[in-house]
């Protein structure tokens, strides 16, 4: 079983330890008051021996409790036998804290948060069995979905409580009839609840993630938590030891958790989901080309994307490139190392993570601007071979200046631990160069595409490549349900950028003249993507 470690995309940490039939969920910190989780829960995960890739859903359980032999403790996903269910649930004094105001809502994100631990583990051999002749080579057996079931057991048993994680997206059903029963507490039509790998990593976490809105009360006021718990006070009355200041905005900072003062894809100061869904459409014209008005970027230095990569050890961040001559401010979560597994801390040794990232005093503006980054990657030669942007910082500073200004596209930097290492532009195809090459279905309203270069050569390299591309994607998926597909249009000789799409699921439909250059049209669609590199 791994990973015994969970880390959010706040920078929230669990742990998660084996207890008498089940598995427990801790805050790794065990600070309740930091938290934005209650102080625990439990769920029970069983596996079915049998029948497990089959592609109709085994979840009945009548059927499966009715032959014990079949049902075993979890020990490593399977494709379709794991069935899960929340047993207990421990709840912060309610001195300190409000109760949830949807506890409905407080339940979606313990679910959410199990399953970004279960599918985070090595997923299970996708190739199924059952009724398949042995004589078929492995590569040639049909492939199933990864699924994880749920049951109506312990807290789901309430009355309303799975329909409203499904209304919410985060558990689904193939019985999408109404149902002839008149006993809602029975609970038919709710019996075969699952939820699949490739759903759930579409899931925006900014549904389910929130923080506990303390009491009035509470030491801990809302939006200036400390780093530990105070002390008790002594006989002297010695006040409690004050929190960290941010050095610029002069308000208590958080470790490890987005500041709700600054701006982040989990910053709330009302301590409520941060997700909104997109506007209905609206269509304007640029040219001659009818598209639907797109939806403003995100602020020049602000974080969009965030997600801790295992394999890497780090947190990969998306965000949007600023042209001000201070370098903005990273003030997320860096990964694990010194003092062991899941030990926060601000300098992994060997990571690339310098002082400068740090958010201080003494050694904020060391950090270069974009401008100046730019300036460093674009005259790189392997780099203005094929972006052709070299030359003097005033080229730099023009080139993001019309960057920032593009109404179907924005400019990003990529961030390892707070460390930018690439620059990215993500469009709207549609109304971009490449759209009006295109015709008919070739070129969809929501269709989305990229373009990127590494400029750090301590963050080259394959593995790398494919966590920040299959990131990118997995921000388009999440960025707007409507976009089914990313498209991509290097130039036809950079074979090794190629392959890399290759190797995160794209193919090449075909090739492209452009003004500039002959390309390889290379797609990605929603419907054949499983999830991100991790």
Same mark, same amino acid.
Not at 409 to 426: A, N
């Given at each position: 079983?791994a990973?015994?470690i969970v880390?959010l995309?706040?920078?929230?940490?669990?742990?998660v330890?084996?207890v008498?039939a089940?598995?427990?969920?801790?805050?790794?910190?065990?600070?309740?008051?930091?938290?934005?989780f209650p102080?625990g829960?439990t769920?029970?995960?069983?596996? +079915?021996d049998?029948d497990e890739?089959?592609?109709g859903p085994i979840?009945?359980?009548?059927?499966?409790?009715s032959q014990?032999?079949r049902?075993?403790?979890?020990?490593?996903p399977?494709?379709?036998g794991d069935?899960?269910?929340?047993?207990?649930?421990?709840n912060?004094s309610?001195?300190?804290?409000?109760?949830?105001?949807?506890?409905?809502?407080?339940i979606a994100?313990?679910?959410w948060?199990?399953?970004?631990?279960?599918?985070?583990q090595?997923?299970?051999n996708p190739?199924?069995?059952?009724?398949?002749?042995?004589n078929?080579?492995?590569?040639g057996k049909?492939?199933?979905?990864?699924?994880v079931?749920?049951?109506?057991?312990?807290?789901f048993?309430?009355?309303?409580l799975?329909?409203?994680?499904?209304r919410?997206g985060l558990?689904a059903?193939?019985e999408?009839a109404?149902?002839?029963?008149?006993?809602?507490?029975?609970?038919?039509?709710f019996?075969?609840?699952f939820?699949?790998?490739?759903?759930?990593?579409?899931?925006?976490p900014?549904?389910?993630?929130f923080?506990?809105?303390?009491?009035?009360?509470?030491?801990f006021p809302g939006g200036?938590?400390?780093?530990?718990?105070?002390g008790?006070?002594?006989?002297?009355?010695?006040p409690?030891?004050?929190?960290r200041?941010?050095?610029?905005?002069?308000?208590?900072?958080?470790?490890?958790?987005?500041?709700?003062?600054?701006?982040?894809?989990f910053s709330?100061?009302?301590?409520?989901?941060?997700?909104y869904?997109?506007?209905?459409?609206?269509? #304007?014209?640029t040219?001659?080309?009818?598209?639907p008005?797109?939806p403003?970027p995100p602020?020049?230095?602000e974080?969009?994307?965030?997600?801790?990569v295992?394999?890497?050890g780090?947190?990969?961040?998306?965000?949007?490139?600023s042209i001000s001559?201070k370098?903005p401010?990273?003030?997320?979560?860096?990964g694990?190392?010194?003092?062991g597994p899941g030990?926060?801390q601000?300098?992994?040794?060997k990571?690339?993570?310098?002082?400068? #990232?740090?958010?201080s005093?003494g050694?904020?503006?060391l950090?270069p601007?974009?401008t100046d980054l730019?300036?460093?990657?674009m005259?790189?030669p392997r780099?203005?071979?094929?972006w052709?942007a070299?030359?003097?910082?005033s080229?730099?500073?023009e080139?993001?200046s019309?960057?920032?200004?593009d109404k179907?596209s924005?400019?990003?930097i990529?961030c390892?631990d707070g460390k930018?290492?690439g620059?990215?532009?993500?469009?709207?195809v549609?109304?971009?160069?490449?759209?009006?090459?295109l015709?008919?279905?070739?070129?969809?309203?929501w269709d989305?595409g990229?373009?990127?270069?590494?400029?750090e050569?301590?963050?080259?390299g394959?593995h790398?490549?494919k966590?920040?591309?299959?990131a990118?994607?997995h921000?388009?998926w999440l +960025?707007?349900?409507r976009t089914?597909?990313?498209?991509?249009?290097p130039?036809?000789?950079?074979d090794k950028?190629?392959n890399?799409?290759f190797?995160?699921g794209?193919?090449k439909?075909?090739?492209v003249?452009?003004?500039?250059?002959?390309? +390889?049209?290379m797609?990605?669609?929603?419907?054949?993507?499983? +999830?991100?590199?991790i």
């Amino acid at each position: 079983m791994a990973p015994n470690i969970v880390y959010l995309p706040n920078g929230q940490m669990l742990s998660v330890s084996n207890v008498f039939a089940g598995l427990s969920f801790k805050p790794h910190d065990l600070n309740v008051h930091q938290s934005v989780f209650p102080p625990g829960w439990t769920i029970i995960l069983e596996s +079915a021996d049998s029948d497990e890739d089959n592609e109709g859903p085994i979840l009945d359980t009548d059927d499966i409790y009715s032959q014990q032999r079949r049902v075993h403790k979890f020990r490593s996903p399977t494709l379709r036998g794991d069935n899960l269910f929340i047993s207990s649930i421990s709840n912060p004094s309610s001195t300190d804290f409000k109760p949830p105001t949807s506890p409905s809502r407080q339940i979606a994100l313990m679910l959410w948060t199990t399953l970004w631990w279960y599918f985070h583990q090595l997923p299970p051999n996708p190739h199924l069995t059952a009724g398949i002749s042995p004589n078929i080579p492995e590569k040639g057996k049909p492939k199933g979905e990864w699924r994880v079931n749920i049951k109506r057991e312990g807290i789901f048993k309430g009355k309303y409580l799975l329909s409203k994680l499904a209304r919410m997206g985060l558990i689904a059903s193939e019985e999408s009839a109404v149902g002839v029963t008149e006993n809602e507490r029975k609970g038919e039509g709710f019996l075969r609840m699952f939820v699949s790998q490739r759903a759930f990593w579409q899931l925006d976490p900014r549904i389910f993630l929130f923080t506990l809105s303390p009491n009035q009360h509470s030491p801990f006021p809302g939006g200036t938590p400390f780093a530990s718990r105070p002390g008790s006070p002594n006989r002297e009355s010695t006040p409690m030891q004050s929190p960290r200041l941010d050095s610029q905005t002069g308000e208590p900072m958080q470790q490890g958790l987005w500041n709700n003062q600054l701006s982040g894809p989990f910053s709330s100061s009302s301590h409520l989901p941060t997700y909104y869904p997109p506007t209905p459409p609206q269509y #304007t014209f640029t040219g001659v080309i009818r598209h639907p008005i797109r939806p403003k970027p995100p602020a020049q230095g602000e974080t969009f994307y965030t997600r801790y990569v295992p394999s890497v050890g780090q947190y990969i961040s998306f965000r949007t490139a600023s042209i001000s001559v201070k370098a903005p401010k990273y003030r997320g979560p860096v990964g694990p190392v010194g003092g062991g597994p899941g030990t926060p801390q601000f300098l992994p040794p060997k990571s690339g993570v310098s002082t400068a #990232t740090l958010p201080s005093v003494g050694n904020i503006d060391l950090h270069p601007c974009d401008t100046d980054l730019l300036h460093d990657w674009m005259n790189q030669p392997r780099v203005n071979a094929f972006w052709g942007a070299g030359g003097p910082v005033s080229n730099q500073e023009e080139f993001l200046s019309k960057a920032l200004n593009d109404k179907h596209s924005f400019p990003v930097i990529g961030c390892w631990d707070g460390k930018p290492f690439g620059y990215f532009e993500l469009y709207w195809v549609k109304e971009d160069q490449l759209g009006r090459h295109l015709t008919g279905s070739d070129v969809n309203d929501w269709d989305r595409g990229l373009h990127a270069l590494v400029g750090e050569e301590e963050f080259r390299g394959p593995h790398r490549v494919k966590v920040w591309l299959s990131a990118l994607v997995h921000y388009f998926w999440l +960025a707007d349900p409507r976009t089914m597909r990313v498209l991509c249009e290097p130039r036809l000789d950079n074979d090794k950028f190629i392959n890399y799409l290759f190797d995160v699921g794209f193919f090449k439909e075909r090739e492209v003249k452009l003004p500039h250059k002959q390309a +390889a049209l290379m797609k990605i669609g929603r419907d054949g993507w499983q +999830a991100p590199v991790i």
